[in-house]
């Protein structure tokens, strides 16, 4: 069972704040979670986002989730991605001041897997994990051939034919949720379950 802890750190907007969920014992790497938009109500406290953190603690790692530049305590305002990908580098040195050089692992919902793809381009994370990434809203960059990306196909916000645009050039497996909405409501169990089985003799 993890356990939680609030953290703060500075970002170059400011003072930025997260939880942490910190496994039982050694953690085998560092996960940090991005929510979605901040203009459309998007926290560290989606259950999407939450569901993500808890699944990284369960398998080992601990994990961070914070607040973009701009929401809850969080200082700053918001800038559509240039900063809020600059709050990511920030969690991700603060994480690696706190529990060691480990490896690490970027993960994102909507919005927030717009930023974690753009950041990984810079922290080279072992795993990238994106849930419904913003695809079509916001110019995503390509990813690593293992990311792993979850869609549900009756998503209303990211349309699915969006995400297969994108994915089809790079050869990128999307796994679909049939029937599932861009929130993953009644889903998150399995969205969980997909998440666990992307590890399944991988090294965290």
């Not at 703060?8 to 929510?35: Q, R």
């Not at 993960?107 to 419904?132: D, E």
Request: include cysteine; glycine fraction near 10%.
């Amino acid at each position: 069972m993890a356990v939680l802890q609030s953290f703060s750190t500075s970002g170059s907007a400011g003072h930025l704040e997260g939880m942490a969920h910190v496994p039982d014992g050694a953690p085998l790497s560092i996960a940090v979670v991005c929510h979605p938009l901040p203009t459309m109500g998007g926290t560290m406290e989606n259950k999407v986002a939450v569901m993500l953190a808890k699944t990284f603690a369960e398998l080992g790692s601990v994990s961070l989730r914070f607040n973009f530049r701009g929401v809850g305590a969080s200082e700053g305002a918001f800038t559509g991605g240039d900063g809020e990908v600059e709050d990511v580098l920030a969690v991700a040195e603060f994480a690696r001041g706190q529990f060691g050089e480990l490896p690490l692992i970027l993960s994102g919902f909507s919005f927030g897997g717009y930023v974690a793809a753009r950041a990984a381009q810079q922290l080279q994370p072992r795993h990238l994990i994106l849930a419904a990434p913003a695809v079509g809203r916001f110019a995503m960059p390509p990813v690593a051939a293992n990311t792993l990306v979850i869609h549900g196909e009756h998503d209303d916000v990211v349309a699915l034919a969006d995400t297969l645009e994108w994915a089809r050039p790079q050869h990128l497996p999307i796994v679909v949720l049939p029937q599932a909405e861009h929130y993953f409501h009644g889903r998150l169990t399995q969205l969980r379950d997909i998440v666990r089985q992307h590890f399944i003799g991988v090294e965290l």
